[in-house]
């Protein structure tokens, strides 16, 4: 159902972990998706697992850099979306008023890619395919299916996605302002709200499908997660937010998926 072969620029096609405990994040992810890996070289020694569901690549695991263990950033899920020119689309994120924490660089041959934040720091990965398109299965049992942008400032980043991928947003609950879910042509791919507590800063995290959140989240939690969020009933099922034992903060959802 969900096999890919190419995405169309503005989509929402990847993720990888960077994590304090790269052993224990596989088992987590392995007991509660059936993840296996392929360990892959990365250059300077780094290991980039692939994690795999029925041979499809889902996602990635690696190590947090020391940089950022440094400045104390947690453990964290990276979000990437495809762009047509990664060069192109990063100067333009620029001018547009967002940041480029690490300008266009290749990755082996895998692809390009840049990583930038929104005006309200919000950081998103930008990836210009080579041989590697991203998830090469969504949208089914422990792949991902949904990505979420917390914002401090939700005017200001839809402002900034809009220029930048030429996304549209249909807002939601009361008012059409609790939630925007976000249109890639005409596609769901993704949502933007606004940061629930003071001082929490801006970030994406994504969900991956599970069949039942309820076991889901007693799943994490035998495993050392924390549930977080829910679960929540929303028009298209169920969902969860959680973090694992390291503290990267995810979600799970049930129920209706895309294609």
Same mark, same amino acid.
């Given at each position: 159902? *969900? !096999?890919?072969? +190419?995405?169309?620029?503005?989509?929402?096609?990847?993720?990888? /972990?960077?994590?304090?405990?790269?052993?224990?994040?596989?088992?987590?992810?392995? &007991? /509660?998706?059936?993840?296996?890996?392929?360990? +892959?070289?990365?250059?300077?020694?780094?290991?980039?697992?692939?994690?795999? /569901?029925?041979?499809?690549?889902?996602?990635?695991?690696?190590? +947090?850099?020391?940089?950022?263990?440094? +400045?104390?950033?947690?453990?964290?899920?990276?979000?990437?979306?495809?762009?047509?020119?990664? &060069?192109?689309?990063?100067?333009?994120?620029?001018? /547009?008023? *967002? !940041?480029?924490? !690490?300008?266009?660089?290749?990755v082996l041959t895998a692809g390009r890619m840049a990583v930038i934040a929104d005006p309200a720091g919000a950081v998103l990965c930008l990836w210009q395919a080579g041989d590697n398109i991203g998830a090469t299965r969504v949208n089914e049992y422990g792949c991902l299916t949904w990505n979420d942008c917390v914002s401090t400032d939700p005017d200001a980043a839809r402002s900034f996605y809009e220029g930048l991928f030429g996304w549209r947003y249909e807002g939601m609950g009361e008012g059409g302002t609790e939630y925007f879910v976000c249109f890639n042509g005409e596609r769901s791919n993704g949502g933007l709200l606004k940061t629930p507590q003071e001082g929490m800063p801006s970030f994406w995290y994504p969900y991956f499908a599970v069949e039942n959140v309820d076991d889901a989240k007693s799943r994490i939690e035998s495993l050392g997660g924390t549930s977080l969020i829910g679960p929540q009933e929303i028009p298209a099922g169920r969902f969860l937010v959680a973090s694992d034992p390291q503290g990267a903060m995810f979600g799970v959802t049930e129920g209706e998926l895309d294609d």
């Open positions: 159902m *969900g !096999a890919r072969t +190419q995405y169309r620029a503005g989509t929402v096609s990847w993720v990888d /972990l960077a994590t304090t405990d790269v052993d224990g994040a596989k088992r987590f992810y392995t &007991d /509660l998706f059936g993840w296996d890996y392929d360990d +892959q070289e990365a250059g300077g020694g780094a290991i980039y697992s692939m994690a795999r /569901l029925g041979g499809d690549n889902v996602a990635a695991i690696n190590a +947090q850099r020391e940089d950022e263990r440094a +400045q104390g950033v947690p453990a964290h899920w990276n979000n990437y979306v495809t762009v047509e020119d990664v &060069d192109a689309s990063a100067a333009r994120a620029g001018e /547009l008023g *967002g !940041a480029v924490y !690490a300008e266009p660089f290749d």
